[in-house]
Nanobody, 126 residues
Framework: QVNLVESGGGLVQPGGSLRLSCTASEIMLEDYAIGWFRQAPGKEREFVGAVGRRSDITFYEDSVKGRFTISRDNAKSTVYLQMNNLKPEDTAVYYC???????????????????WGQGTQVTVSS
């Protein structure tokens, strides 16, 4: 069982930045694609983006493209979600998830991921 822990959430003003971390244990991180999802109050969970097993393979939803960047540091067993130019509509609980995939895959659906973190709250408000 993969253990994932998110950190780095908080309150930020519109236009500000946050960096979320997702640290994994009990696994070899390089064997997994890592996705980021978010869930706002009263809304369904939505896919934000993911990094494949190769760090140069990433995918982002249109709503965050150009503002969010996902990177991974396998030596630290950590994946990062850098969020810039944050907007109030980015307010949500953010989750990371691990999926054991092929080297070229970017899973985009929640059911393709096997393990999930507990989530971290991001609030964008003035």
């Amino acid at each position: 069982q993969v253990n994932l822990v998110e950190s780095g959430g908080g309150l930020v003003q519109p236009g500000g930045s946050l960096r979320l971390s997702c640290t994994a244990s009990e696994i070899m991180l390089e064997d997994y694609a890592i996705g980021w999802f978010r869930q706002a109050p009263g809304k369904e969970r939505e896919f934000v983006g993911a990094v494949g097993r190769r760090s140069d393979i990433t995918f982002y939803e249109d709503s965050v493209k150009g503002r969010f960047t996902i990177s991974r540091d396998n030596a630290k067993s950590t994946v990062y979600l850098q969020m810039n130019n944050l907007k109030p509509e980015d307010t949500a609980v953010y989750y990371c998830a691990a999926g054991r995939t092929g080297p070229w895959s970017i899973p985009r659906s929640g059911h393709e991921y096997d393990s999930w973190g507990q989530g971290t709250q991001v609030t964008v408000s003035s």
